[in-house]
Structures are given as structure tokens and as C-alpha cells.
């Protein structure tokens, strides 16, 4: 049995990494689309589940995770933008701000029928930044391919004011507790 992650993201093989388990990266099979018939915790909590499924279904002896975060502000979903205007207006809705950061988590191995997910949350506080930092940031182009179109571990730092919660949730993997799941099942 191998520990597998069914991610593209760089910050969650870095996360992971963290945690000192051996694993090897697949890339999932599914399509990432939010949905507007499901609560934003249950949105998140769907999309890692199927990440995890479209692996597990190809590596049924192995253990794999899924994850995704997901943006949640006054109710309104904000995923990854899908261009630069696109960032530039979820970065302009966040302004001055605070919103909540959702990040799923779902472990599965098919052969011994393990199937246990969990969301986190945290909350950030986007300072109230004028025009000439939201021009500046936008051209790192880190906004792509960002839940909320900022990367908080990166240049989109400048941008934050604080934080309550988990900061590796923020990032996109939640360590301490996936870290007991893998004990009890890796």
C-alpha cells in the first residue's frame, strides 16, 4: 500500500511533505465546478471527495487524499479564477473584508472500503488596499489557479491583515488533523 495525493498543488505536496509520510502525487480525474445547490461546506467536502474517488478508482489497494479549499464571503463562493479579470474582481469583492476559508479533506482506499472526510475552517481579514497594490499584486499573476485569487503563502501576504484558524488550512491542507487520520489508517 502506498499513500498517494490526488493534487496538483504544489502547496499541498508541500504540506503534506511536512508531515513526514511517505506518498506519491496523481493527478485527479475530475472536473472542479461549485455548484450552487449544495452548502459551501458541502461543496468543498464533495469536490475532495471526488478528487480521492477518481484515484482511488485507479489505486484501489492504495490510501489516497484528496483535498480542495473554497472561499466563502457573506454567503457568495469564490473558487479559482479562471483569468486575470476574473482575479482581479474576486480580489476587489475581498477588499477590506474578512471571509472564511474552507478546506475539505477526504482519505479513501477502495480495497478496505476506508472512506473519512473532514472540513476546516479558518477566517482572513483582507486589508483595505489601494489601487496601486491590487495593480502590483495582480501582475505577479499568482492570483491564477488561487481559491479567492490570493496566494497567502506567497506575495499575497501583503494583502492580508490577520488571521483566526489554522494557517495550513489557509494554504490548502489541513496538517494536524489529517496528520491523526493517516495515523490511524496509513
Known amino acids: 500500500m502506498q499513500l498517494l495525493l490526488a493534487s496538483t498543488s504544489s502547496r499541498r505536496r508541500e504540506l503534506l511533505g511536512l508531515l513526514g509520510f511517505p506518498f506519491r502525487i496523481v493527478s ?74 474552507h478546506t475539505s479533506v477526504a482519505v479513501m482506499q477502495q480495497s478496505t472500503n476506508i472512506s473519512i472526510d473532514f472540513v476546516e475552517t479558518a477566517l482572513v481579514w483582507i486589508k483595505p488596499f489601494d489601487e496601486t497594490t491590487l495593480t502590483s499584486y495582480l501582475a505577479t499573476k499568482e492570483s491564477l489557479g488561487k481559491a479567492g485569487s490570493y496566494s497567502i503563502q506567497g506575495e499575497g501576504a501583503q494583502l492580508i491583515d490577520k488571521i483566526k484558524g489554522d494557517y495550513p488550512t489557509i494554504v490548502g491542507l489541513p496538517l494536524w488533523r489529517t496528520a491523526k487520520v493517516l495515523e490511524l489508517h496509513g
Not at 480521492?52 to 463562493?77: C, K, M
Open 28 to 101: 485527479p480525474t475530475c472536473e472542479e465546478k461549485l455548484s450552487s445547490h449544495l452548502p459551501p461546506i458541502e461543496q468543498t467536502r464533495q469536490l475532495a471527495r471526488d478528487k480521492a474517488q477518481s484515484a482511488a478508482n485507479r489505486h484501489p489497494q492504495d490510501l489516497v487524499i484528496g483535498s480542495d479549499t473554497i472561499i466563502e464571503i457573506e454567503g457568495r463562493l469564490l473558487g479559482k479564477p479562471e483569468n486575470m479579470q476574473e482575479a482581479e474582481s474576486m480580489l476587489r469583492y475581498l477588499r477590506g473584508r474578512f471571509h472564511q476559508v
